[in-house]
Structures are given as C-alpha cells and as structure tokens.
C-alpha cells in the first residue's frame, strides 16, 4: 500500500503566499513524476504542475511565474510553493504520484486533498 498526505492548505488573503507538501509513504521502491492537480466547486480536476523524479517540471500557464513545483526525493516529498494567489486559485488541491512498489508493480496513488481559500 502506498499514501499520500498532503499538508499546507488554508486561508490566504490575495497576494500572499502558501505552501503545500506531499508526503509519500509505503512500499515504495522508486517515484515516477509527482504532480500538483486542484480542483475548484463546479470545474474539472486540472493540472497544476507536475516533476519528473530527475527534477524537469512542467506549469500550467494559469499559474506560470508564480507557483513553482519541487521535490526531495530523499523524503519522497513534492512541494508547492505559491505566491501572488488569487482568489481565482481556490480550489481543493491535489498530490498525485506515480510510484514503483516493492512488488515491482506501477501505481497511480493520489492524496485527499487540502483546501485553499483566497480571499479578495
């Protein structure tokens, strides 16, 4: 079995900055890309950023400039980091990971979730 938890979501005012993590645990052998997706009321789930394990990264446009994805490979831990939020970037967001189990077998494991809320 294979968990995600991510941690880091809130309440903001426009402008400010939060920042999320992911933390991956389990029988894990290796971790593929991870990946950012949020969700907000009425939308479809869409990609925010995603990190291959060897650190290349790909940003939505919506978010290019101001939020940046990382990782720790160490911790099997992705981040991020937000800046200059709007109150167009609430939503409840996602961690997804693509992961390697002990088991040789590839799964792809997302977390719960963690709301933010911008508030104008």
């Known amino acids: 079995q294979v968990q995600l938890v991510e941690s880091g979501g809130g309440l903001v005012q426009a402008g400010g900055s939060l920042r999320l993590s992911c933390a991956a645990s389990?029988?894990?052998?290796?971790?593929?890309?991870m990946a950012w997706y949020r969700q907000a009321p009425g939308k479809q789930r869409e990609l925010v950023a995603r990190?291959?394990?060897?650190?290349?990264?790909d940003t939505a446009d919506s978010v290019k400039g101001r939020f940046t994805i990382s990782r720790d490979n160490a911790k099997n831990t992705v981040y991020l980091q937000m800046n200059s939020l709007k109150p167009e970037d609430t939503a409840v967001y996602l961690c997804?990971?693509?992961?390697?189990?002990?088991?040789?077998?590839?799964?792809?494991?997302w977390g719960q979730g963690t709301l933010v809320t911008v508030s104008s």
């Open positions: 389990g029988s894990i052998k290796s971790i593929n890309a």
């Open positions: 990190i291959t394990s060897g650190g290349s990264t």
């Open positions: 997804n990971a693509v992961v390697l189990t002990t088991l040789d077998k590839f799964l792809g494991v």
